[in-house]
């Protein structure tokens, strides 16, 4: 399975085709306006050629007091599973279902198709933008700074919370002007992050340019690894 580095150059690189794509199509907008939702269809579509299995808005795995109580359980963006066609096993699904035992046979199958949690590679998204659309009008983003430090602080904390979660991170696309911005930026996110006991590990960004169509240069896809104390 990936670190974050690999993880970080592939979607950099899948980002650079897209944006290449709009090009010739010789759209208005590039990926930069788009919503955050729309952006997690085009990770999709980029994380899909991994050669894994890819899931998207999985339940998160422990069975805590809180997630046994919420029907709905926090929901991780996109996992990869080690085979394509497994799903994850879920303890609290599998709690809820009444269904008869299964025979020799079937539980051979289930086990099969399915991935243990500590197995997969759970992958947080963010977007971010240094200048962004509001209501269809381009301009600098007011709330930058404290996006970007939240982003990282609550989602790293997310993965890191949960014990059946042994590989995690945070994928942050970073749209801004310059590298120089994107790596002072970041660490700067990532440090406030620490500062206030964060957990977090290697942090890792590659860069790609794209066209400036409303202030942004480059989009940066920088994986902020989950460091949870065992």
């Not at 899931?55 to 997630?67: A, D």
């Not at 009444?98 to 759970?122: G, I, N, Q, R, V």
């Not at 790609?208 to 940066?220: A, K, Q």
């Amino acid at each position: 399975m990936w670190h974050g580095l690999e993880l970080a150059q592939f979607v950099a690189d899948g980002l650079a085709r897209a944006e290449q794509e709009l090009s010739r199509e010789q759209a208005v907008s590039g990926l930069d306006a788009l919503a955050e939702v729309s952006l997690h269809g085009v990770l999709e579509r980029i994380l899909s050629e991994s050669g894994f299995g890819l899931l998207r808005e999985v339940p998160y795995p422990s069975l805590t007091p809180e997630q046994k109580r919420d029907p709905q359980r926090k929901r991780c963006d996109f996992v990869l599973t080690p085979e394509r066609g497994q799903r994850i096993r879920d303890a609290l699904a599998n709690r809820r279902r009444k269904t008869p035992e299964p025979t020799l046979f079937a539980a051979a199958d289930t086990e099969h198709s399915e991935a243990d949690p500590t197995d997969c590679y759970w992958i947080e998204v963010k977007c971010v933008g240094q200048f962004t659309c509001t209501h269809g009008v381009p301009g600098p983003n007011t709330t930058y700074a404290s996006e970007l430090i939240n982003a990282v602080r609550k989602d790293t904390a997310k993965l890191a919370g949960d014990a059946l979660i042994a590989r995690g991170v945070l994928l942050l696309l970073l749209f801004c002007e310059t590298r120089a911005i994107a790596e002072h930026d970041l660490a700067v996110a990532a440090n406030r992050t620490l500062d206030r006991g964060g957990s977090l590990g290697q942090v890792r960004l590659r860069c790609s340019p794209i066209p400036d169509r409303i202030g942004n240069r480059l989009v940066t896809a920088a994986t902020f690894e989950m460091n949870r104390a065992d």
